[in-house]
């Protein structure tokens, strides 16, 4: 009988019955061990530090980014709705900003220049996740949606 009192009781009751390091890992928050949830405000701080300085202070991008610089790059492109970001995935977007505009294009064999760099070295795939989480937070559920569908086509999956 007692076997089956146990198996009803709430998970968190039981938490007398496990080892101590067992009962402090439980105590963290949940966001340790559920990270799909975004992190909106740590990717706004380096969205911040590290983008807004060419990609705007709003995600407004550079004056004219659609006209070409006179060395054949473009200006840095808005990520608000009004620019371009939502219509590629997160995979491709994750790679364009680790490895950088240039290195991505190539791989693609896509013959356009670009002024990205690559911050690989200096953001981690959490960071960079992260910045995404924030410009998507940005857009309005059509866009967000349409972007979604963008990455599933991108994956290839149905």
Partial sequence: MMHHLHRKTCPLRLTALLPSATVMMLALPAQAFFHGAPDIES???????RCASCHGANLEGQPNWQSGN??????APPH?????TWHHGDEMLTDYIRRGGQAVLDSMGV?????MPGFGDEL???DIEAVL???RST?????RAAQAE???LERGAP
Avoid: K, L, Q, V
């Avoid at 990717?43 to 530090?49: Q, V």
């Avoid at 608000?80 to 371009?84: P, Q, V």
């Avoid at 857009?139 to 866009?143: A, N």
């Fill in 70 to 75: 006179e060395d054949g790059t473009y200006p």
């Fill in 139 to 143: 857009w309005p559920d059509r866009i």
């Fill in 111 to 115: 013959a356009f220049s670009s002024g």
């Fill in 150 to 152: 963008r990455g599933r």
């Fill in 43 to 49: 990717g706004r701080a380096i969205y911040e530090a």
């Fill in 124 to 126: 981690t795939e959490n």
């Fill in 133 to 135: 989480d924030y410009i």
């Fill in 80 to 84: 608000n709705e009004t620019g371009h």
